[in-house]
C-alpha cells in the first residue's frame, strides 16, 4: 500500500516511527431488563461488588500513574476514585434500584449519564472530562458482568483508538509505548496532558483514522504538527530520521533558555505564563520558578465537589496557588461553567454555549459569587492574585461584578480580615460583543485576557468539536485576527496590558502574530514554554510589528496561513 497522510490537532510534542496497535474497547451493553423483588437484593451485593473491584483498579491505575508521572499528575483519577466513594450517590443509585426494580448497570448508567450531559453543556475544557466519567461507568458496568479487559500489546507500539481514557493511556505506557493517535478528543483531554507528562508524541481528533489503519501497519506521527503518515516511503522515513536527531538538538537548545529573559531580540519584553489545568501541571511552577500562571480555572473545584465548595475550601486553594507562584502572580478565573449543572431537568436549554453560564451565574446566584470573592480576597494577602471575569458581553456585567467586589471588600474589613485591597480586576474578551465594546471595557478593568478558544468559536459559528465543521475553526481567518488586533489596540490606548490564554498563544505559528499585534503576554500550557520563550527570543519585533500588519490586508484564511508559514521557516532559532 502506498503512503497516506492524515491530520489532526497535535496534543503532545515529539516524533516517533513504529508499528500500529490498533485498541479497541468492546462496548458496554446496559440490561435494561426489570428484575424481581427475589432477585434485587443479589443485583445490590453484585453492584457493591462492582464498586469494590472498580476502586481497587483505579488505586492500582493511580499508584501506577504516580510512578509514571508523579503525584501531581496523578490528581486526575481522584475524581473517579471520588465517585466510587460517594456514599450520597451510591446510596441514590441503591434507592432506584429498589424502587423502579431495574438492574444496577442502567441505573448506574443513567445516573453518570446526568453528569455526562451536564459537561456536555459546558465549554471545551468541560467537555474533556466527560471520558473520565465515561471510564468510571463503562469499568462498573464491565465489572458487574464479570468481564475482562485484556490488551495484549508488543512494546514500543504506537497506541491508535477512537478515543482513550487516563486509565488506558496510563497502562498502556508500561509498554513503552512511543505514540498515541486518536479519531476524538483535543488538547485539554486528560489523555492529552498525560501524554505530555510522559514526554509521548499524540496527535488527537483525527475523525476517523483508527478505521484506515491494522495492527501491525508502519506509522510516523508527528506530535508537533498534527500529522500521521500510514506506510510512510522510504524519503518520508529518511526524512523523519534526519528531523528526529534535529529534534532532538533542538530540545538540548530549548532546555538552555528557560533561565533566559523573555524578550526579543530587539528588547521588546513579552510576559510569558502558564495556564493550569486542575492541578496536574502545577509542579512546572514549583519546579521552575520562572513564571506567571497566566490562567488559573476554578471549575474543577465544582466538579470534584459536585456543588459550590464551601469558602473555607477555597481559601485554602487559592492560597496553596499563591503561594506556590510567589513573588509571580497568579490570574484566577472566577466559576465558568454552563447553567445546565444548576438548572432542572425539566429546563434543560437547547443551546447551553449562548444560555446561563459563566458570569451570568454569578451575577444572578450573587451568594455564591460573593463566597468565591471572598475566598480569593483572604487568600492575596501577598498580594500576588488577580481577578479574572468570564464570558463579559456588557459594561453593566463589568461593572455590577465590581460592585459586588467592593461589597464583598468592606464586609471583609468590618471583620478585620487581611486582604490586597488594590487587587487588579481583568476580563476574558472571548464574545463578539466584547470585541466591539473593548475601548469601553478597557476603561473598567485593569487588563484584558483574550480567550481565542471561544472567541474563534463565536466569531466563525464553528464548534470545533463537531467533526462535519471542525475543519472551518481557523485560528488564522481574518475576521480573527481582526478582532484580536482590535482588542489589542483599545486595551493600549487606555494604558491597560492585553495576556492571550487561548491555545493561539502556545500554537508556534499563532504566536509569532500575536507578538506582532503587541501582546502583553502570552499565557501557555507548561509543555509549550520553553519553545514560545525560544521563538520569542529569536524575533526581532520591529520586523515583526511590520509584518503582522500586513496580515491584516488579506482576505482568506489560506494566504495568511502561507504567509505565516514562510515567516516563520526562515527564523533562527538561537
Not at 473517579?80 to 438492574?103: A, G, H, P
Not at 526524512?239 to 530540545?251: A, F, H, S
Not at 458570569?359 to 480576597?377: P, Y
Not at 495576556?499 to 509543555?527: H, N, Q
Request: charged share 30%; proline share 3%; net charge negative.
Amino acid at each position: 500500500m502506498g503512503e497516506e497522510i492524515f491530520r489532526g490537532i497535535p496534543a503532545s510534542p515529539g516524533i516517533s516511527m513504529s508499528i500500529a496497535y490498533v485498541y479497541s474497547r468492546s462496548k458496554t451493553i446496559v440490561d435494561i431488563s426489570e428484575l424481581s423483588k427475589k432477585d434485587i437484593e443479589n443485583e445490590l451485593l453484585d453492584f457493591e461488588k462492582a464498586i469494590q473491584l472498580s476502586l481497587k483498579e483505579l488505586k492500582k491505575i493511580h499508584s501506577i500513574s504516580t510512578e509514571r508521572i508523579g503525584e501531581e499528575k496523578s490528581k486526575i483519577f481522584d475524581v473517579q476514585i471520588e465517585i466510587l466513594n460517594d456514599t450520597l450517590f451510591l446510596n441514590q443509585v441503591k434507592e432506584r434500584i429498589i424502587k423502579e426494580n431495574k438492574t444496577a448497570g442502567f441505573i448506574f448508567d443513567n445516573e453518570i449519564s446526568k453528569i455526562e450531559n451536564v459537561l456536555m453543556a459546558g465549554d471545551e475544557y468541560m467537555r474533556e472530562r466527560i471520558s473520565d466519567f465515561t471510564d468510571v461507568k463503562n469499568r462498573v458496568i464491565r465489572n458487574m458482568k464479570r468481564e475482562k479487559l485484556v490488551s495484549k500489546v508488543e512494546e514500543n507500539s504506537i497506541i491508535v483508538a477512537h478515543e482513550l481514557t487516563p486509565a488506558d493511556t496510563i497502562l498502556f505506557s508500561r509498554r513503552k509505548v512511543q505514540g498515541y493517535i486518536t479519531d476524538l478528543g483535543g488538547v485539554t483531554s486528560h489523555a492529552a496532558i498525560i501524554s505530555r507528562a510522559l514526554r509521548v508524541p499524540a496527535v488527537v481528533g483525527t475523525k476517523n483514522f483508527s478505521k484506515n489503519v491494522l495492527t501491525g501497519d508502519f506509522l510516523i506521527i508527528d506530535g508537533f504538527n498534527g500529522v500521521v503518515i500510514l506506510n510512510p516511503s522510504k524519503e518520508t522515513i529518511e526524512t523523519y530520521g534526519r528531523r528526529l536527531i534535529e529534534v532532538k538538538e533542538y530540545e538540548q537548545k530549548l532546555f538552555k533558555v528557560i533561565d533566559l529573559p523573555s524578550e526579543t531580540k530587539d528588547g521588546k519584553k513579552i510576559e510569558l505564563s502558564v495556564n493550569i489545568e486542575f492541578d496536574e501541571e502545577i509542579d512546572f511552577v514549583t519546579k521552575y520558578g520562572h513564571c506567571d500562571i497566566g490562567l488559573y480555572r476554578t471549575e474543577h473545584l465544582f466538579l470534584e465537589a459536585g456543588d459550590f465548595p464551601p469558602e473555607s475550601y477555597q481559601v485554602k486553594e487559592y492560597t496553596h496557588i499563591s503561594e506556590v507562584t510567589y513573588p509571580k502572580c497568579v490570574t484566577i478565573r472566577t466559576y465558568d461553567i454552563g447553567g445546565d449543572k444548576l438548572l432542572p431537568s425539566s429546563q434543560k436549554e437547547d443551546n447551553p454555549y449562548l444560555g446561563w453560564r459563566g458570569i451570568r451565574i454569578c451575577l444572578d446566584r450573587e451568594e455564591i459569587f460573593k463566597e468565591q470573592l471572598s475566598a480569593i480576597l483572604r487568600a492575596s494577602t501577598k498580594k500576588n492574585i488577580k481577578i479574572l471575569f468570564p464570558m463579559i458581553f456588557s459594561i453593566d456585567e463589568v461593572r455590577r461584578a465590581k460592585e459586588i467586589l467592593e461589597e464583598v471588600k468592606v464586609s471583609l474589613a468590618k471583620k478585620g480580615k487581611l486582604f490586597d485591597s488594590h487587587i487588579k480586576v481583568g476580563i476574558m474578551i472571548e464574545v463578539p460583543s466584547a470585541v466591539f465594546l473593548a475601548e469601553e471595557l478597557a476603561k473598567e478593568v485593569d487588563f484584558f485576557s483574550i480567550g481565542t478558544n471561544d472567541l474563534i468559536q463565536y466569531i466563525l459559528a464553528v464548534d470545533r468539536g463537531n467533526e462535519r465543521i471542525s475543519d472551518r475553526y481557523q485560528e488564522f481567518h481574518p475576521a480573527v485576527l481582526r478582532a484580536v488586533f482590535k482588542v489589542i489596540q483599545a486595551a493600549h490606548k487606555n494604558k491597560i496590558p492585553v495576556s492571550v490564554c487561548g491555545e493561539m498563544a502556545s500554537y508556534k505559528l499563532a504566536s509569532i502574530v500575536l507578538i506582532g499585534f503587541g501582546a502583553d503576554e502570552l499565557s501557555v500550557t507548561p509543555s509549550e514554554f520553553t519553545e514560545i520563550k525560544s521563538i520569542i527570543r529569536s524575533v526581532n519585533f520591529k520586523e515583526l510589528k511590520k509584518f503582522a500588519l500586513t496580515l491584516l490586508e488579506l482576505p482568506t484564511e489560506k494566504e495568511i496561513k502561507k504567509e505565516v508559514n514562510n515567516f516563520f521557516e526562515n527564523l533562527i532559532i538561537n
